[in-house]
Antibody, heavy 119, light 109 residues
Framework: QLQLQESGPGLVKPSETLSLTCSVS??????????GTWIRQPPGRGLEWIGS???????YYNPSLKSRVTISLDTSKNQFSLKVNSVTAADTAMYYC???????????WGQGTLVTVPS | QSVLTQPPSVSAAPGQKVTISCSGS????????VSWYQQVPGAAPKLLIY???KRPSGIPDRFSASKSGTSATLAITGLQTGDEADYYC??????????FGGGTRLTVL
């Protein structure tokens, strides 16, 4: 049973870079060949897939966000990270990290962390 | 505008049955399997259904789902007040992206 926990600043200034980390416990992502995924949810709205990283470090991004997003894996810390460049108020959302044996379906979710970009 | 279309809301009385539809296209639902998630207000989503109709361990058989062509349906029987939540369908799209429905708010009257 995996447990995931997001961490990072809750407030990011416009035009700056949003950086979040997902710490995984309960198993090593690389050992069990799992994927790490980031999903966000603007206040009062639906879910949006940001992208995923495989246990080997391969990355997959939402085409609509690809130019601004980087997801990376730190195997030594059993963590994966998200960076979103040039943020605007439209990037304000609850950000969830998640994991599973493939990109989808997503079996394990973190509790989410709210990131606000003021307008 | 979501790639997958769901009704914004559905409602039914306790003990009754409700269905939630998810409509897509040959590029997504018609091409790949569908998953369903339940999101109780203030909580992270939880996987309810995967591979069109399979339930993860711990999900009661009151929850069932099916897929036909480019549409999928989630059914919940024996409604309970604890089932009040937002429900999302999800699949892979040939645009090389995971896509979600816009979500359906279930109200148990």
């Amino acid at each position: 049973q995996l447990q995931l926990q997001e961490s990072g600043p809750g407030l990011v200034k416009p035009s700056e870079t949003l950086s979040l980390t997902c710490s995984v416990s309960g198993a090593s992502i690389t050992n069990i060949h799992y994927y790490g995924t980031w999903i966000r949810q603007p206040p009062g709205r639906g879910l949006e897939w940001i992208g995923s990283v495989s246990y080997s470090g391969s990355t997959y991004y939402n085409p609509s966000l690809k130019s601004r997003v980087t997801i990376s894996l730190d195997t030594s810390k059993n963590q994966f990270s998200l960076k979103v460049n040039s943020v605007t108020a439209a990037d304000t959302a609850m950000y969830y990290c998640a994991s599973a044996a493939a990109i989808l379906p997503i079996h394990y979710w973190g509790q989410g962390t709210l990131v606000t970009v003021p307008s | 505008q979501s790639v997958l279309t769901q009704p914004p809301s559905v409602s039914a009385a306790p003990g009754q049955k409700v269905t939630i539809s998810c409509s897509g296209s040959s590029s997504n639902i018609g091409y790949n399997s569908v998953s369903w998630y339940q999101q109780v207000p203030g909580a992270a989503p939880k996987l309810l259904i995967y591979d069109n109709h399979k339930r993860p361990s711990g999900i009661p058989d009151r929850f069932s789902a099916s897929k036909s062509g480019t549409s999928a349906t989630l059914a919940i029987t024996g409604l309970q007040t604890g089932d009040e939540a937002d429900y999302y369908c999800e699949t892979w799209d040939r645009s090389l992206s995971v896509v979600f429905g816009g979500g359906t708010r279930l109200t148990v009257l």
